[in-house]
């Protein structure tokens, strides 16, 4: 059996849209090392296409990466504007609501070399992939061109260990339906990748943050928080991770691939309470632009009382295995040098 190994790339900041003759030229400059049989190593020029289901806030950025380094990229999405938006981006891109379309409709998933689910289930179906099409994934994916399978799911598998540390070893406790859901998900993804002889990972991901979604998104435009967010707003620790790192942690692997793939949580070192990320944000930006911030609404963390009984799913989550196992130095180890760096990168962002 050949292992296939894209030559590394340094993570760098995320950027696009990119342009598409850059990538044209960088891909000519893209190598696999093929290990063969007779222990002896090869180059050869590459093919490397990504799919990506549900090219949603991770995929984007995720895809404007893989484009900078010359890859071609195809994936999914909902919406005809967000259709046209990834197009601009470079993207072949399928409209593609999965309790709706047919996988037939999507050409390019028997070509790819390199597949990402970033879906996630859908109350009362679990995941609508595995759920509608499990059979015809396969088929369509086994035709020896599949190198390496991706599953992004969540460290609420966990369930609540009362703020003990968790890492992948540890049983999982899933409580809720949805993460109930995604465990079901996980062990389909990897079943799945057994039964093509594909190396399968999964990555469970703490709360992710990045341009656009963020503290400091949600202050400056003062938006309320969500039901979801607002649940979570009780919890003494809460993991995040910055969405430059996750696209690090995927490009590492896909660069330094394991026979057996598995599963790993991508967190930052800080799983510190969200009022005091929405407190340090406030306070950055009122240094930043102190005018404006002065005329912006409360902070939304100090709009509602917490309750003892909100709290849900108390645990710290260990990222020491994607350290050791794929050499992760994380860009943004904890919330702040991930805000500052969003704060930095706008411009007055008050209308
Ligand atoms: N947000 C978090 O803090 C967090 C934390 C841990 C794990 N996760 C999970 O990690 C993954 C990536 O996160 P993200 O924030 O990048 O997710 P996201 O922005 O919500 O993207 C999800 C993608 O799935 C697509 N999708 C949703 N329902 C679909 C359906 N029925 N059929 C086909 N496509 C569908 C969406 O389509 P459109 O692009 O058209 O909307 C979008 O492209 C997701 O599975 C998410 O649930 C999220």
Redesign the pocket.
């Given at each position: 059996m050949e292992i296939c190994m894209i030559s590394g790339q340094c993570p760098g900041p995320c950027v696009f849209p990119p342009t598409f003759d850059a990538h044209r030229q960088l891909k000519l400059r893209q190598f696999c090392c093929c290990y063969s049989s007779d222990g002896k190593t090869h180059s050869s020029p590459v093919a490397s296409r990504m799919f990506i289901?549900?090219?949603?806030?991770?995929?984007k950025f995720f895809a404007a990466e893989l484009k900078m380094e010359g890859w071609d990229i195809s994936g999914?999405?909902?919406?005809v504007s967000?259709k046209k938006e990834l197009q601009h981006m470079g993207l072949e891109t399928f409209l593609?609501?999965?309790?709706d379309h047919d996988l037939n409709c999507l050409p390019r998933l028997q070509d790819t070399s390199h597949l990402l689910i970033?879906?996630?289930p859908?109350s009362g179906l679990g995941d609508?992939l595995l759920g509608l099409y499990r059979d015809l994934l396969r088929s369509k994916l086994s035709n020896g061109k599949l190198q390496w399978l991706s599953y992004?799911?969540?460290?609420?598998v966990y369930g609540d260990t009362g703020g003990a540390w968790v890492d992948e070893n540890c049983p999982v406790k899933a409580s809720s339906e949805s993460a109930k859901a995604r465990l079901v998900a996980e062990e389909g993804w990897l079943e799945l990748g057994r039964a093509l002889g594909v190396p399968a990972y999964v990555f469970r991901?703490?709360?992710?943050y990045g341009p656009g979604r963020s503290a400091v998104d949600t202050i400056i435009k003062q938006q309320t928080l969500t039901k979801n967010q607002r649940n979570r707003e009780s919890t003494k620790f809460t993991s995040r991770v910055h969405v430059a790192d996750i696209c690090q942690v995927l490009k590492a692997c896909i660069n330094k691939p394991s026979l057996s793939g598995g599963v790993y949580n991508v967190v930052d070192d800080d799983p510190t309470p969200r009022v005091e990320v929405f407190e340090f944000a406030r306070e950055m930006l009122k240094e930043k632009w102190p005018g404006e911030m002065a005329k912006s609404l409360p902070s939304p963390v100090t709009d509602f009382i917490h309750k003892k009984d909100d709290y849900k799913g108390e645990k710290r989550v260990s990222n020491a295995l994607m350290k050791r196992e794929l050499g992760i130095k994380l860009l943004h180890p904890t919330y702040r040098s991930g805000l500052r760096s969003i704060a930095e990168s706008l411009h007055n962002p008050f209308p």
């Open positions: 289901f549900g090219v949603g806030f991770v995929g999914t999405c909902t919406s967000k593609f609501n999965a309790e970033s879906i996630p859908i609508p992004l799911s969540t460290t609420s991901l703490g709360g992710i």
